[in-house]
């Protein structure tokens, strides 16, 4: 049995969060260990709970928005984060795009969003094993 892909959603409509945790429930595959609708303690959740992918909303992306990515990424382990916006996608050059393994807009489909967090994780644990020393024969 394989392991389940552990996320975290950071979602500020609760609306949009109940939606994204009914999509969510209906792969076997990824299991939602938590929720907020702010970032007040964002750091020690994501530190404690340790998830694999973070769905993190940012509504219109801007520069207000990498503070809060820088903060989820510097958890370690570092998890693979989504970028789930609703305005234009003008203001996710830079930073915010290169800092996140995926960004989802407005009219994302259930399918993109299975396909964006598969992609993420898988991308992930391709970078922590490649940081990984290779082993050597006893000799």
């Known amino acids: 049995m394989?392991?389940?892909i552990k996320i975290f959603i950071v979602e500020y409509d609760c609306v949009s969060l109940i939606t994204l945790m009914l999509w969510?429930?209906?792969?076997p595959e990824f299991d939602v260990l938590g929720t907020t609708i702010?970032?007040?303690n964002l750091k020690e959740q994501i530190a404690e709970l340790e998830p694999d992918v973070v769905l993190l909303d940012i509504e219109t992306p801007g520069p207000e928005d990498i503070p809060v990515l820088k903060e989820v990424k510097s958890v370690q382990p570092s998890p693979a984060v989504i970028l789930?916006?609703?305005g234009d996608a003008d203001g996710l050059e830079g930073v915010l795009e290169s800092e996140s393994e995926g960004q989802l807009g407005p009219e994302?489909?259930?399918g993109d969003l299975q396909e964006a967090v598969?992609?993420?994780y898988n991308r992930r644990l391709?970078?922590?094993s490649a940081a990984l020393p290779p082993m050597a024969k006893a000799g």
Request: hydrophobic share 30%.
């Open 118 to 120: 598969l992609k993420a």
């Open 84 to 86: 789930l916006y609703h």
């Open 2 to 4: 394989n392991q389940r």
């Open 38 to 40: 702010n970032t007040g």
């Open 24 to 27: 969510l429930d209906q792969f």
């Open 108 to 110: 994302r489909t259930l």
């Open 126 to 128: 391709i970078e922590r």
